[in-house]
């Protein structure tokens, strides 16, 4: 993906809303928005969103768990089957 091909300006996006959204819709790559000279807004479609969200929270549960990890918070697997077996032995 090229950003310099999809970066315009604002008033791109009010002439040419329609067909902007019709493009994001078909799988149209992200849109950047500029409002005097700077970047304002990026354009995307939902099912994008919804996928670079999904994306955040997975890396965000991989993040905890190498904090957790580096404080020491974790048990070994055979420390946790073997509670499990004692577990289910006792009850």
Known sequence: MKFSEQIKPI???KAHAAEIIRELGEGGEP???TQNGEAK???QDV???EQTQETLAL????ALGNRQIEEGKVIPANEVFEDILRRRRAG
């Open 47 to 49: 099912a994008s969103y």
């Open 11 to 13: 008033s791109y996006l």
């Open 31 to 33: 849109l950047i928005i």
């Open 41 to 43: 807004a990026v354009l």
């Open 59 to 62: 890396l965000q549960i991989l």
